[in-house]
């Protein structure tokens, strides 16, 4: 089993910025890519950013490409997603994702609501 658990989200101006985390406890030793996904008020959950073991390789939707940056430390096991230049339509709750070498994300976190104003 694996927990995870979001925070710093919030309420940001447009072209601001936000650094949201995700501590993952349990058995994290089985963690493979890490992910950030997100959900817009009446849209579907959708692909923010991803990263491998060890660092090596981070994909991001192209809608965030050049504003979003995810990284990941190992003590403690946290995954980070730094927001820049924020638009109204980043507004959404961001969930936190791990993924045990299954094909797929077997575990999410709760969500952390990023709001922001234009």
């Known amino acids: 089993q694996v927990q995870l658990v979001e925070s710093g989200g919030g309420l940001v101006q447009a072209g601001g910025s936000l650094r949201l985390s995700c501590a993952a406890s349990?058995?994290?030793?089985?963690?493979?890519?890490m992910a950030w996904y997100r959900q817009a008020p009446g849209k579907e959950r959708e692909f923010v950013a991803s990263?491998?073991?060890?660092?090596?390789?981070?994909f991001y939707a192209d809608s965030v490409q050049g504003r979003f940056i995810i990284s990941r430390n190992y003590a403690p096991h946290t995954v980070y997603l730094q927001m820049n230049s924020l638009k109204s339509e980043d507004t959404a709750v961001y969930y936190c994702?791990?993924?045990?070498?299954?094909?797929?994300?077997?575990?999410w976190g709760q969500g952390t609501q990023v709001t922001v104003s234009s």
């Open positions: 349990g058995s994290i030793s089985r963690i493979n890519t």
């Open positions: 994702a791990a993924d045990l070498s299954s094909g797929q994300y077997d575990y």
């Open positions: 990263i491998t073991k060890n660092g090596g390789n981070t």
